[in-house]
């Protein structure tokens, strides 16, 4: 191949976006010809690790779009700090079943037991699934919510947020809601029922949810719907960085 040919076609590799392939063919072509591959088994490579890196692209890209607050990994959970939680339970929910059900999770107990760390490492699970993911929480939720609502463009929101596949909403109960909000938030669990899984983190027992929702009647609607086929996980225990901090200085 001319100098000329090979500057065309890497000018065309690059206008098509086939990055891998513009990489790679080159020296794809000296181990087709030291192996002695046929045509379609060059081609079939090329291809093979340009659809490689475009899912990982992908996958790296539905992870920006979650917005995590922070990344934190399922594998550095410390099963052994919460003896209540079951690993094996975790793990399987790790899979992804929950997700193709569109059934919610329900993370339930005190404040630094670990609640935000296991719908983020879910979150970066699901991401690499492949799965599309966003992360709020429920306070900036709401705001958004009620924001979008005055701005008439609530359906287009609720349409926007079917279209995820997980989204997580942290810290439920922290912040009571006005009776819009708590209406607003009703409405968008109810539109994404059965569609999209949802995972709540809460440090409020279902009996307490009406003192930040306000209403007897919207709450038990609410509980009714997130309840509904769901998993709940009790996180119960003393918090993990205040036990590590009490250790630490047992150690000193
Ligand atoms: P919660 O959301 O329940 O209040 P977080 O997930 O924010 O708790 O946890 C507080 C901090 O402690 C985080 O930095 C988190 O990574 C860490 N943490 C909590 N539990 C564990 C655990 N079992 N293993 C490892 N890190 C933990
Ligand atoms: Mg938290």
Redesign the pocket.
């Known amino acids: 191949m001319s100098q000329t040919d090979h500057t065309q076609l890497e000018q065309q590799l690059q206008t098509m976006h086939l990055t891998a392939i513009r990489q790679t063919y080159v020296a794809a072509a000296q181990q087709a010809g030291a192996d002695d591959w046929s045509y379609q088994r060059y081609l079939a490579h090329l291809v093979d690790l340009e659809s490689q890196r475009r899912e990982r692209n992908r996958r790296s890209r539905y992870i920006k779009e979650a917005r995590f607050p922070l990344l934190?990994e399922l594998a550095?959970?410390?099963?052994s700090?919460?003896p209540q939680l079951h690993k094996a339970e975790v793990m399987s929910l790790a899979e992804g079943h929950y997700l193709a059900q569109a059934q919610p999770i329900i993370?339930v107990?005190?404040?630094?037991?670990?609640?935000?760390?296991?719908s983020i490492g879910l979150g970066l699970t699901a991401c690499r699934q492949g799965q599309r993911v966003r992360f709020y929480t429920v306070t900036n939720l709401v705001n958004q919510l009620q924001q979008a609502q005055a701005e008439h463009r609530l359906p287009q929101l609720l349409d926007k947020a079917i279209r995820y596949r997980l989204l997580i909403l942290?810290?439920f109960g922290y912040v009571p809601f006005s009776t819009s909000g708590a209406q607003l938030l009703f409405q968008f669990c109810s539109a994404l029922q059965e569609k999209v899984s949802l995972i709540i983190?809460t440090?409020l027992a279902f009996s307490d949810w009406v003192q930040v929702l306000g209403d007897e009647r919207l709450t038990s609607g609410l509980l009714d719907r997130l309840t509904f086929r769901a998993n709940i996980l009790h996180?119960v225990g003393e918090?993990?960085?205040f036990r590590q901090q009490m250790q630490q200085q047992q150690t000193n």
């Open positions: 934190k550095d959970f410390d099963f700090a919460i993370m107990g005190n404040p630094g037991l670990g609640k935000t760390h296991l942290d810290e983190t440090n996180f918090s993990y960085r």
